[in-house]
């Protein structure tokens, strides 16, 4: 009785196979914590291709000369940089928009006077935005969570008109 009493306080007080059970309550922790960081590290470079995009798509398009058709011209340009980045062009939608306003204080009620279209070539100042739709790659965050960090407006003034 007492050998047998001995042998399972040996089984329970014994150090074999911990650490297998250290190792298993570690690991998913950690890989979330890799994913999380990786998922981070996208997001920033998104955010930032998605700046530089906007910026060098509206800026080509303002200073061309030629332009009839902002929107069609922006999108494009928008087009043509996009594929450059290959996180970008993942098959994720991308809206842009073009409004044309006459003063500042348009640009702040851009439903006031803003327009899509300048056919006369009246406005000066261009709002250019973007709208990336983000889908997470891991588990960690839901659809909506980044929407606010992936839409981008810049203002320009359309050096074409101005002359």
């Known amino acids: 009785m007492t050998r047998l ?3 399972k306080c ?6 074999n196979g911990t650490a297998s059970i250290e190792f298993s309550l570690v690991l998913i922790p ?4 890799v994913l999380f960081i990786l998922e981070l590290c996208r997001i920033m470079y998104l955010t930032a291709a998605i700046d530089l995009v906007l910026a060098e ?3 080509y398009t303002s200073l061309e000369p030629s332009v009839t058709d902002y929107e069609q011209s ?4 928008l087009n043509d940089n996009i594929v450059l980045w290959p996180l970008l062009a993942s098959g994720q939608s991308v809206d842009a928009t073009v409004l044309h306003c006459d003063k500042i204080s348009d640009l702040v ?5 803003c327009a899509i279209d300048d056919t006369a070539g009246s406005k000066m100042l261009a709002l250019y935005s973007l709208n990336y739709h983000y889908k997470p790659l891991f ?3 839901n659809d909506g969570h980044f929407d ?6 810049i203002i320009y003034i359309q050096e074409a008109k101005r002359g």
Do not use: D, E, P, Q
Not at 10 to 15: A, P, W
Not at 30 to 33: C, E, I, N
Not at 74 to 77: D, G, S
Not at 148 to 153: E, I
């Open 5 to 7: 009493l001995l042998s």
């Open 10 to 15: 040996r089984l329970i007080f014994s150090n």
């Open 30 to 33: 950690f890989l979330a914590s």
């Open 57 to 59: 798509s509206a800026r």
């Open 74 to 77: 922006f999108n494009k340009m």
């Open 109 to 113: 009620n851009t439903a006031s006077n």
């Open 139 to 141: 588990f960690i965050f």
């Open 148 to 153: 606010s960090l992936f839409t981008r407006k």
